[in-house]
């Protein structure tokens, strides 16, 4: 695998620059759900959901991102099974990680994903969102989720 692409936040820290925006990705089979961060990396936000089709097309929504927001890092997560163990899909998110590395100037960080898009739903389901609304933006709420975790233990480092 690409050497930068790591799971290791030390290794990933040293491969970005010191401030600036992180992204985070929420990997489906359908969709990509992406959050920001504010430059300082206290605090991740809900961005948009992109209609995954070809990977290149995916790639290039992912360039376009990159040259709008400037983020210096990646943080994709990462779909561990509860045992711990990886699945296929922990298989597909490497993967598309390590192309994605190919083409990208930013360092990549797989972060565990677990019960992010659980997590997403039950915040909706109490914010008294409408299934359908909630369809919508599931997958950009599990992204911002994932980025948070992920920015919460930098703050704790």
Not at 64 to 93: A, H, V, W
Not at 94 to 100: E, G, L, N, T
Request: charged share 25%.
């Amino acid at each position: 695998m690409n050497i930068s692409v790591t799971q290791n936040v030390q290794k990933f820290l040293d491969c970005i620059n010191k401030s600036g925006p992180l992204v985070g990705f929420d990997l489906g089979t359908k969709t990509i759900g992406v959050a920001i961060s504010d430059e300082s990396r206290t605090i991740a936000s809900p961005l948009l959901v992109i209609k995954r089709k070809k990977f290149s097309e995916d790639l290039e929504k992912v360039k376009d991102l990159e040259k709008k927001y400037q983020f210096t890092g990646i943080i994709l997560g990462l779909p561990i099974n509860m045992n711990g163990t990886e699945g296929p899909r922990c298989q597909s998110t490497r993967s598309f990680a390590s192309k994605i590395s190919l083409s990208t100037k930013n360092c990549i960080c797989l972060w565990d994903e677990r019960l992010s898009t659980v997590a997403a739903e039950k915040s909706l389901i109490s914010s008294e969102i409408s299934r359908k609304s909630r369809a919508k933006i599931i997958d950009k709420i599990a992204a911002c989720l994932i980025l948070q975790s992920f920015l919460n233990r930098l703050n704790h480092l």
